[in-house]
Structures are given as structure tokens and as C-alpha cells.
């Protein structure tokens, strides 16, 4: 079955991975998680993308289906995080930022893999990076290939979970939504996905929205830079 759910939050990363799916498989769902996050603005720019990429090219309208969202708020209820209260983005001795949501990418691909089985859908995509991953284990590939391993187990299914990002920098992510759909896709990536972890939008820069302080915004201008200059990582 080449049909796939993507984990789509609306930032740029998963919308990349949105345009890699309907490049790749048959058929696309999208799924996204309201989990408490400040930056909850990133789930209204969703149907946004959806609409503008699909409008890109006929054979990705045709493969495009069905969105769904979850609530998963008892996520942000549970953690104490920056990410879902408002609080300084602080980093500990390991380095670990406290935007640090404990559990949710294995809580994401597990309720993920739940709404893949009911659709009978068989591919997962993720954009889970190690490269740029911010210290977060739970992006990590070998935590993501061992959630294959736990939920194949744990539901007796053949899921496949695809992270097409994972050894990418913020660089390449930029160049690869270049080479899947061009200048078009660039745009659209840059004027209506969400990244910022303070929900800002209100000044637009060549790289996108953002307050351009934050680690994802830091991270989303310093990748921006470099593949403009294309200057080596
Ligand atoms: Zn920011």
C-alpha cells in the first residue's frame, strides 16, 4: 500500500515533509497534535499549507486527503516546559533546552501509528532531525527506529516510519524543499509555515516569521543564510 500519514505541524520541517509525500506515495493524510504548545498559532497555518501546496501541482491535489487533529493537551498539562508555559528558554548542564517536551514524539508516533491503523495506512513520516535536533533524544534515529520496533510489536502491524529529514541541517532542509517543488514551494515555506517557539508573527524576514531570538527561530535564519550563500555547514 503506498499511501502515507504525515506528521504535519505547520512548521517548516513538517511541511517539507508534506511536499516529500506527495512526491513519493499514492495517497497523504496529515496529521496534527494540539498539545498546549505556546506556539499553537503553527496549527492555524496547517489548512493554509495544505490548500496552497496542493494547489502547486495536479497530481499533489489528487493525492492529498484527509486532515486530522488530536487533542493531546494532557501533554502540556503534565510537563513544565517552555514550550508549554511561559517561561525563560533555559538550557541544563547537558545542554537539553527546557523546551524539552518529555515523551512527545513518542507519544506523537505512537497515537500516529493508533490513527494509521484505523486507516489502514501504512507509512509514517516524521520530520524528526538528528542533525539539528537541538539535544532532544526523543529525535533521534535511534529512538524513532525503535518506536518501528515497539509499536510493529505492540499492534502486530508493518508500519513503516520514514524520516526523510533526519541527517539533514536546516541548510539542506531548505534545499531539498527547493528540489521537490522549486521556488514555488520556497515561498510558500517561507511566508506561511510556523517555527517559532513564541508563536511571533509579526514582522515577515527572508527566512519567515519569527522573533529571530528564540532556538528554533536561530536555527530557521542561520539554515536560511546558508542556503542562500550556499555556503557549507
Ligand atoms: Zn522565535
Redesign the pocket.
Same mark, same amino acid.
Given at each position: 500500500m503506498n499511501n502515507a500519514l504525515v506528521l504535519f505541524s505547520g512548521g517548516q520541517d513538517s511541511t517539507t515533509c508534506l511536499a516529500y509525500a506527495l512526491q513519493n506515495f499514492s495517497y497523504v493524510e496529515t496529521l496534527g497534535f494540539d498539545y498546549g504548545q505556546r506556539h499553537v498559532i503553527e496549527l492555524d497555518q496547517r489548512a493554509i499549507l495544505r490548500t496552497k501546496i496542493s494547489a502547486l501541482k495536479p497530481e499533489w491535489a489528487a493525492r492529498l486527503g484527509q486532515d486530522h487533529t488530536l487533542d493531546l493537551s494532557i501533554l502540556g498539562k503534565i510537563s513544565d516546559t517552555a514550550l508549554t508555559s511561559e517561561m525563560d528558554i533555559k538550557f541544563n548542564e547537558a545542554g537539553l533546552p527546557n523546551t524539552f517536551v518529555p515523551g512527545r514524539n513518542l507519544m506523537f508516533l505512537t497515537f500516529a501509528a493508533a490513527l494509521a491503523y484505523r486507516r489502514h495506512v501504512t507509512h509514517i513520516i516524521g520530520g524528526m532531525c538528528e542533525t539539528d535536533f537541538s539535544g532532544y533524544p526523543d529525535c533521534r534515529d535511534d529512538t524513532i527506529k525503535a518506536m518501528q520496533i515497539a509499536i510493529n510489536l505492540g499492534m502486530d502491524q508493518r508500519f513503516i516510519l520514514h524520516t526523510p529529514l533526519m541527517f539533514l541541517n536546516k541548510s539542506d532542509t531548505w534545499q531539498m524543499a527547493e528540489d521537490i517543488g522549486g521556488h514555488a514551494l520556497i515561498n510558500i515555506i517561507q511566508s506561511d509555515t510556523h517555527? /517559532?517557539?513564541?508563536g511571533?508573527r509579526g514582522a515577515l524576514h527572508d527566512w519567515g516569521y @519569527? /522573533? @529571530? *531570538? /528564540?532556538?528554533? /527561530? *536561530?536555527l530557521r535564519s542561520e539554515g536560511w543564510l546558508m542556503y542562500k550563500n550556499k555556503l557549507p555547514a
Open positions: 517555527t /517559532c517557539y513564541l511571533e @519569527g /522573533c @529571530g *531570538k /528564540c532556538p528554533a /527561530c *536561530k
